[in-house]
Structures are given as structure tokens and as C-alpha cells.
């Protein structure tokens, strides 16, 4: 019995079988920057570590770390739907953002159109500023005859039934001006910005959940793997590779977890 060639070749199948998710990773990670729904610096992040990954399950170049490659790819795998699933939130948001926009620019053609107030409070109440919602739908009650907005009514009736935590109806700072608008009005009391508009957007479209997720994995990997992995090339090379390694991840963390906020600019 050939021990070391059984072991030789349930390597290079493993190697094999492991580029299969690392494959989907790649091109979920090049659709992501493409899409913008993660910056390059990210992307290239994911992209990389995926291919040094499957670089290390074929032909690893320290034999110890083949276990610890394995459970990288395991993790990526269990990791995928999360952040594929923190990147259809974030679209989604940006959708409603921009429908928000819309509404709001039709607002300012007619600002006593009701039907467009309700939709901004519809479209505030999908994007969590329920407290709000609520306030600037039942400000519009008396604007709205049962008959025509037997709906709404309902609507307004069944987020009531959700009891909504008091914290949703704190009032919310004007971006422009600093001050502080109580739920049930569209625009700033002092400056008429449209405060909501500005507060969503800056919560950032959508959470940055993808992101950290991301450039955590690709810094985990990079300081467990990638360094062991580098130390056993020559000298030269291999303070270089892991220079830049902790560089990159120490950018990428620093870049996704900096601004607790989220900026719209990825
Ligand atoms: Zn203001």
C-alpha cells in the first residue's frame, strides 16, 4: 500500500472538488463589483483570497495547512447566502430609495397631492421609519374621505396593530439645518428639506453587512492561511507577499467597519 500516493491523490480531489464553490464565490464576487454593490478594493479582496484558496487546496505549499484550507472553503460556503442575501437587501433598499425620490419629486409639483404623501409614507414604512409612516399617514386622516382610501385606512390600521416600538417615533434631525422634526411632516419645519429623504440615504443604501462579512473572511484567511503559506517561500518574496497581505486586509477591514453610518459611496 502506497499511503502517501492514496494521500497524494485524495488532495488533488479535494483541490478539484473545492474550486467548484470557489468558482461561484469568484463569479458572485465579480457580479458584486461590477453591480457596484461592493467597492473594487473588496471585490478584488474576495476574488483573490477565492483564488489563493484554490491555489492552496491543489498544490499546497506547506502540507500542514491543507486541513485549514479545507475548512476555509467550508466556511466560504456556509458564508455565501449570507452575503448574498445582505447584497439583495442592499438592492432592495436602493429600489426604495429611489422610488422615494420620485415620490417626493412629484410632491413638490402638487404639495397637496395625498395620495403621494401616503405613498412616501408606504415606501418610509418598507425602509423601517415606521414610527414616521405612521404619524405622516395619520396627520393625512382627515384629507382622506373613508370612500376613496378605504385601503389606507386599513393599512394605517394594521401598522397600529404592529405596535411599533416607542424609539420609531423619535423625532429626526434635519441633515441641513440641524433641526429636530417630530413624525407626521414630509419636510423640514425650518428649512423644508426633505429630512426623511436625507436620513434614509444616510443610513446608507442598505446595511454594509456584505461587506464587513467579506473583508472579515478575507483578512481571517490571509493572517491563517496566506502568512503560513508565504513564510515558505524564499526570504525575499515571502516578506513582500505577506507586507502586502497585511496591508490589503488591514485596508479592507478599515474600509468596511470605518463608518458606522454607512456612506452612500461604497
Ligand atoms: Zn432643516
Known sequence: MNFDRIAQHSTALVGCIAWIPLAVWIMAC???????????????GGIAVAIGLGYEAINP?????????VIAVFITVFMFPFVRSAMDKRALRSIDIEALEKAYASLGMRNDNVMAKIRIAKILWDLG????AIRIVEALLPSMPQRF????????????????????????????????????????????????LDFVKGKGVG?????KLISTWVSLIAVLIGIPAA???PPGPSIALIVLMMLFATAMVYMAFKDPTGGVAA
Open 30 to 44: 465579480v457580479h458584486w463589483t461590477i453591480g457596484g454593490d461592493v467597492d473594487p478594493l473588496t471585490g478584488l
Open 61 to 69: 505549499p506547506v502540507p500542514q495547512l491543507a486541513p485549514l484550507t
Open 129 to 132: 421609519v415606521c414610527g414616521h
Open 149 to 196: 382610501f378605504m385601503e389606507d385606512i386599513r393599512m394605517l390600521k394594521r401598522w397600529h396593530m404592529m405596535r411599533v416600538e416607542a424609539h420609531f417615533f423619535a423625532p429626526i434631525v434635519c441633515a441641513e439645518c440641524h433641526t429636530s422634526n417630530e413624525g407626521g411632516i414630509l419636510f423640514c419645519r425650518q428649512c423644508g428639506a426633505p429630512f426623511l
Open 207 to 211: 446595511n454594509r453587512l456584505g461587506k
Open 231 to 233: 513564510k515558505a517561500m
